[in-house]
């Protein structure tokens, strides 16, 4: 997959795009690494604003990829320095979002690997399954593990969300190394038969 544009970035609700086309939603905390994911997977440097500082992403960014279905890169969560009615003002954009909007086909959850999920993962996880919303977890910056600390980690997720399958909706991801790009691009190929 190379083709992707960026669209547009809702602040509101009433400024979602009004497409019929599936998206396919990035979430998890600040700073885990969904702007760069967008800009490697798709091979472009500089498509989705990434910095080293966390809360970067304000809205919901929406890029159209292979002109057939929504990238969705939402806010992060849980980065604590950003003034609170903004947190709250973004929680709520992105909780209405979630229970308003239909076409929603898939979320990516991504959970850096070098740590245990947090309080705010479960709740995220518990979320999406409340909503009955498909999601994929990706154990992200596996790059950044020894093989003890990987295995560790993914004994780890599996621990706090049983119900994963690794390898059917829990994989490993590395935007360095390109480690599970593949994975991800036959679950996107399945969903829109790109």
């Known amino acids: 997959m190379k083709q992707i544009e960026f669209i547009k970035s809702v602040y509101k ?28 997977f798709f091979g472009k440097k500089k498509i989705a604003l990434t910095s080293s500082a ?26 604590a320095k950003t003034a609170k009615v903004e947190r709250e003002a973004w929680q709520r954009l992105i909780e209405d979002y979630l229970k308003i909007d239909k076409n929603i086909s898939l979320a990516f959850h991504f959970i850096d690997s070098r740590h245990k999920p947090t309080k705010l993962d479960i709740l995220l996880n518990g979320y999406l399954r409340e909503l009955e919303i498909p999601y994929i977890i990706l154990m992200n910056k596996v ?33 360095v190394t390109g480690k599970g790009k593949s994975d991800v691009e036959n679950i996107l190929n399945k969903l829109f038969l790109v």
């Open 54 to 79: 966390p809360g970067k992403t304000r809205s919901l960014n929406f890029y159209l990829a292979e002109k057939k279905f929504y990238v969705v890169d939402l806010p992060g969560f849980g980065y």
């Open 143 to 175: 790059d950044k593990l020894s093989q003890s600390e990987f295995a560790a980690s993914k004994k780890n997720i599996s621990q706090v969300f049983p119900e994963l399958l690794f390898g059917e909706n829990f994989f490993p991801y590395s935007s």
């Open 13 to 40: 609700i009433k400024d979602l795009p009004k497409s019929k086309l599936q998206h396919v939603i990035l979430c998890g905390r600040s700073n885990v690494g969904k702007s760069t994911f967008i800009n490697k």
